[in-house]
C-alpha cells in the first residue's frame, strides 16, 4: 500500500513569508533641538527675582533702622493692617 500526498504541495506557511532583513531606514537628520520651559518653572524664575528685590529691601531697612532714619507711616500701617483682618 502506497500513500500519496493529496496536494500539499510541501505547504510551509514559513517559507512563504518575506523577510525585510535590510538596514532600518535612516530618518530624516534634521533634527532641531529643542526646549520647552514649563509655566510653573517661568514662575519660579520670576518669583526668584521677587525674591532678590526683598532681600535689598528687607537690606535697606535694615540699615535705616540701625542708623534710626527709619520712620513708620501710622497711617498706612492702620490701612493695611484693616485690609488685612477684612479678608
Do not use: C, W
Not at 528685590?53 to 497711617?75: P, T
Amino acid at each position: 500500500m502506497e500513500i500519496h500526498p493529496v496536494q500539499t504541495n510541501s505547504v510551509n506557511p514559513y517559507s512563504k513569508q518575506i523577510r525585510n532583513v535590510a538596514a532600518p531606514k535612516e530618518k530624516s537628520a534634521h533634527y532641531v533641538d529643542k526646549i520647552e520651559i514649563s509655566d510653573a518653572a517661568k514662575e519660579l524664575h520670576i518669583a526668584s527675582d521677587y525674591k532678590k528685590e526683598r532681600a535689598e529691601k528687607i537690606q535697606r531697612i535694615k540699615q535705616q533702622i540701625q542708623s534710626g532714619q527709619y520712620q513708620v507711616d501710622a497711617h498706612k500701617l492702620a490701612e493695611d493692617l484693616l485690609r488685612f483682618y477684612r479678608k
